[in-house]
């Protein structure tokens, strides 16, 4: 099984499955002489774990300690590759017995069968949401190397099913348990979640991500844009199926009078570029917009085939969230983190960026 690796200089291998004994993550290309310790996880692997102040997460309940097993020495790097371990702890299987003869609708189980013959019916394996615990671990290492350039990434919830921020108050949304920045309307956005978990079923979502102090001159054109691997990045997280930057699809109904940003001597004057122009970073905050499916683990019965092809009907009754937000957005700032570092050490490499002193 290939694509578990993403990266160029600073590259990420993932491993381990959902029900397995645990998952951990391989960096390679780190620097040596960053400070790294285990309890510098912590804060970003709390973000991304079932909490009960969350309505409708699951109720597996993982602690996602995360054990360094080579490349730091002496809570330093080292400059080898780097090992990140975290054990599966709350792992029930029984609950998914069913699916060693029947598919989940809008899962990847049928998908997995065609391609290899077989598929991890304890959960998903590979491409279960708990692969991305090795990603916010990864994050982590990143961003210990985008601190110094004062380079910041934040997001917040733009919408939930159909309740969308119609304002945003940061304060409010860091101080509440789906990262929503809308007053207004998050008790409707609660009842929401709350009518759809009572119902068996799901919610989707959009995450808005900005990147700010992120210098101009990173990407690398033509097939390594910026933007196309910030993309990628974002699409490889299981439920992610959309990606603007920028205006977006928006862009696609101005005229380019419209869309274009005037350059002024004291910067741009809009940003419908979402600070990416020609793949390459122009040194205005880039803005990331990710459309987010329903989970598809849902108790609604559904239709669906079994591994002979023959009709069967599907009804789970497993640990599942209701929506995948707020727990995505440490995984899609994560993978995000790992891209700009990525293009960072990239830029340093040929030296075209003007890089903190002790990354020179």
Known sequence: MGGNTFGNIFRITTFGESHGP?????????PPGISINP?????????????????GTTSRM?????????????????????????????VKSGSYEILQRVFRPGHGDYTYFKKYGHYDFRGGGRYSARETVARVAAGVIAQKLLA????????????????TA???????????????????????????????????????????????GCPPGLGEPVFDKLDADISKAV???????????????????????????PILPSGFATNNAGGILGGISNGDEIIVRTAIKPIPSIKKRQKTITREGREEEIALNGRFDTCAIPRIIPVIEAMIRIVICDHYLRAKAVNCVKLPEEYR
């Open 22 to 30: 645990g998952i951990g993550v391989v960096i390679d290309g780190c």
């Open 39 to 55: 309890e510098d996880f912590q804060e970003y692997m709390s973000k991304r774990r079932p909490s009960s102040m969350i309505p």
């Open 62 to 90: 993982e602690r996602d300690n995360v054990k360094i097993l080579s490349g730091v020495f002496k809570g330093m790097t080292t400059g080898a590759p780097i090992l990140l371990f975290i054990n599966n702890q709350d």
């Open 148 to 163: 110094p350039a004062g380079i910041n990434i934040h997001s917040y919830t733009l919408s939930i099913g159909n309740i």
């Open 166 to 212: 119609e304002r945003i108050d940061s304060e409010f949304a860091r101080n509440n348990p789906f990262n929503f920045p809308d007053p207004d309307n998050f008790r409707e956005l609660e009842r929401q979640i709350r009518d759809a978990r009572a119902d068996g079923d799901s919610l989707g979502g959009v995450v808005e991500t900005h990147i700010n």
């Open 235 to 261: 699409m490889s997280i299981g439920a992610v199926k959309g990606v603007e930057i920028g205006a977006g699809f928006k862009a696609a109904q101005m005229r380019g009078s419209e869309n274009n940003d």
